[in-house]
């Protein structure tokens, strides 16, 4: 009971980063490596969520995870830092 209202508030917060995300992209950064970062974490979250839903947790998904992730740490060096003009 607990773990599953756990996911819906994950679910809620999953649906209202998108418009977020998007909306700190539409301030001027542009190009596709900038926003990988942000792109693997949600699938990060997408996959994992998914997992849950249909019993599918397991060495596969946890693969997908830790690929997602370290992605994702690596993109962080083409995200433009805020004194950098």
Known sequence: ??????????????????????????????????????ICLLLMVLINILSYWFDFMGLLSSSISLILLILAAYCTRYIPSEGAS
Do not use: C
């Not at 994950?10 to 970062?37: D, E, W, Y």
């Open 1 to 38: 009971m607990v773990l599953d209202s756990l996911y819906i508030i994950l679910v809620i917060a999953f649906i209202l980063s998108i418009p977020i995300i998007i909306r700190k992209r539409n301030k001027g950064v542009t190009g596709i490596k900038s926003a990988l970062t942000s």
